[in-house]
């Protein structure tokens, strides 16, 4: 889990301009939410979280300027810096009053400029914040989008995984992230699967070495991201282990709150595993469309068997 991320690179990622308060850009932010000051402004500090960034938009900043006296209004802007918050942001078509760059100067806090105007911005700084701060977990596979399904690709180590992942990826599909999957679920049913930023584009394969699929395959065998639908888990074949025929039984992994159907693979010399991981994706797409082949099968058979029509 991201415990914070820097005032500094916050603003970076999110193409923040740097008014005042330079001294604060070594500042953490832990908290995902945003605060909007309007009620802070007229004075109510009754739920105030200190702990967020605060963006001040078009409809806060108007207030401030119309309905509230000077004295009050820097007593209750000093009152949010004092408070010591990450940072505050405002957006495109506020311009930012005096006070605002004697607060940051004074309590060394940074205050920056959008180019965006209040909602998208908001909303962005939410999702960056939602993503940087959520709390996550690595697994060892191999995760692609394959016809718009995230598929993670699980297996002991040199069972193929990166192997059956480059024919994929050679045949169409995307690598989103190869070795090291990180999941974060941002509510529960909804697993975004990305890779580390040190291993973002590349693949090692075993005889080869690390290969970039962007330069080799061009831009579209890549994504950053995708949402993780199924798990299909490569396992040695095992002569007395009983392996599902028809694809009745449902098995699943769960990570967090949420539990994604896995299926098990079998890997034996002659089987070409591109073509079955790329089958279980397709007909588990079906099955979401509302397409269950192996169900549609069996009420076929049982109504033979009760005497009905071919």
Request: a positive charge; proline letters at 5%; one cysteine or more.
């Given at each position: 889990m991201t415990d914070y991320v820097s005032v500094k690179q916050f603003a970076k990622d999110n193409n923040l301009e740097l008014l005042a308060g330079q001294e604060g850009l070594n500042a953490k932010i832990s908290e995902d939410m945003i605060l909007r000051p309007g009620l802070e402004f007229a004075g109510f500090f009754d739920f105030y979280d200190k702990n967020r960034i605060v963006l001040v938009g078009s409809k806060d900043h108007s207030f401030l300027k119309q309905e509230i006296s000077e004295?009050?209004?820097?007593?209750?802007?000093?009152?949010?810096?004092?408070?010591?918050?990450?940072?505050?942001?405002?957006?495109?078509?506020?311009?930012?009053?005096?006070?605002?760059?004697?607060?940051?100067?004074?309590?060394?806090?940074?205050?920056?400029?959008?180019?965006?105007?209040?909602?998208?911005?908001?909303?962005?700084l939410y999702t960056y914040l939602q993503d940087k701060l959520a709390e996550r977990i690595s697994v060892h596979g191999t995760l692609l989008d394959i016809n718009g399904m995230g598929t993670l690709i699980i297996g002991k180590s040199g069972i193929g995984k990166s192997e059956t992942a480059l024919d994929l990826i050679k045949r169409g599909h995307q690598l989103i992230a190869d070795d090291l999957v990180e999941i974060i679920e941002k509510e529960p049913g909804n697993l975004?699967?990305?890779?580390?930023?040190?291993?973002?584009?590349?693949?090692?394969?075993?005889?080869?070495?690390?290969?970039?699929?962007?330069?080799?395959?061009?831009?579209?065998?890549?994504?950053e991201r995708k949402n993780i639908r199924l798990v299909v888990e490569l396992q040695a074949w095992d002569n007395d282990k009983y392996y599902d025929r028809l694809g009745l039984e449902t098995q699943k992994n769960k990570y967090f709150n949420t539990e994604i159907t896995k299926i098990t693979i079998p890997v034996l010399p002659g089987r070409t595993v591109s073509l079955l991981v790329e089958s279980a994706a397709m007909n588990e797409k079906l099955k979401l469309l509302g397409h269950f082949a192996a169900q549609d099968f069996i009420e076929k058979v049982d109504e033979k068997a009760k005497g009905g029509e071919e």
């Open positions: 004295d009050q209004k820097r007593k209750n802007v000093e009152r949010i810096f004092a408070s010591n918050p990450p940072c505050l942001v405002f957006s495109k078509n506020v311009n930012v009053d005096e006070i605002f760059y004697e607060m940051a100067d004074k309590y060394k806090i940074c205050i920056f400029h959008s180019n965006l105007r209040t909602t998208p911005c908001s909303s962005k975004i699967g990305t890779a580390p930023d040190i291993l973002k584009r590349y693949m090692e394969i075993r005889g080869i070495g690390i290969v970039d699929v962007v330069t080799m395959f061009g831009a579209g065998a890549y994504r």
